[in-house]
T-cell receptor, first 116, second 115 residues
Framework: AQTVTQSQPEMSVQEAETVTLSCTYD???????LFWYKQPPSRQMILVIR??????QNATENRFSVNFQKAAKSFSLKISDSQLGDAAMYFC?????????????FGKGTRLSVIA | NAGVTQTPKFRILKIGQSMTLQCTQD?????MYWYRQDPGMGLKLIYY???????DKGEVPNGYNVSRSTTEDFPLRLELAAPSQTSVYFC??????????????FGSGTRLTVV
């Protein structure tokens, strides 16, 4: 079974600085998708960024970018110019494509604090 | 376009009581899911459905039941509530066509406490 590991339960960053959240995953599949979700105190789950495994180019969405290392099975999230509104739980998630639309597998999350 | 609507947002149950968590989506998504979120444990899949009349167990199905009589609705039933079912419950749906790389649309969650 696929597993997703987030080794940093908590992280903190100064406002305007850059922070990287780590995620590794275990799979024998060759084609899959990876996601980062943000969960602010409101509890709402918000999709931050997605990456297709067959694409070598790292995905970016404004201040959010990923470092996707397929061979190392690593998918880290970089947040640039951190803002107070970035404070939240961040979840890494994986989905294979080889068996149809299979459910997402989530990591345990990283709680990010932003210090003013 | 409301997305995924979950009710109630909060509920306190006594041990042994039963209840149904409601979930409705208006995006014509075929796929729907129920997850529970416990502190420090991430989200764990309870049940999912790939279409009306089809449901499958996830990682933690014990103590729960689901049904999918329509595309829009995917209720989660708790029978004989136990303290271990104290959690935040999320319903989600996803697009079933191509590409399938879109993530989920989540409901706002239900915080359930069993006392």
């Amino acid at each position: 079974a696929q597993t997703v590991t987030q080794s940093q339960p908590e992280m903190s960053v100064q406002e305007a600085e850059t922070v990287t959240l780590s995620c590794t995953y275990d799979t024998s599949e060759s084609d899959y998708y990876l996601f980062w979700y943000k969960q602010p105190p409101s509890r709402q789950m918000i999709l931050v960024i997605r990456q297709e495994a067959y694409k070598q180019q790292n995905a970016t969405e404004n201040r959010f970018s990923v470092n996707f290392q397929k061979a190392a099975k690593s998918f880290s999230l970089k947040i640039s110019d951190s803002q107070l509104g970035d404070a939240a739980m961040y979840f890494c998630a994986y989905r294979t494509t080889n068996s149809g639309n299979t459910p997402l597998v989530f990591g345990k999350g990283t709680r990010l604090s932003v210090i003013a | 376009n409301a997305g995924v609507t979950q009710t109630p947002k909060f509920r306190i149950l006594k041990i042994g009581q039963s209840m149904t968590l409601q979930c409705t989506q208006d995006m014509n998504h075929n796929y729907m899911y129920w997850y529970r979120q416990d502190p420090g444990m991430g989200l764990k899949l309870i049940y999912y459905s790939v279409g009306a009349g089809i449901t499958d167990k996830g990682e933690v199905p014990n103590g729960y039941n689901v049904s999918r009589s329509t595309t829009e609705d995917f209720p989660l039933r708790l029978e004989l509530a136990a303290p271990s079912q104290t959690s935040v419950y999320f319903c989600a749906s996803s697009y079933s066509g191509t590409p399938s790389n879109y993530g989920y649309t989540f409901g706002s969650g239900t915080r359930l406490t069993v006392v």
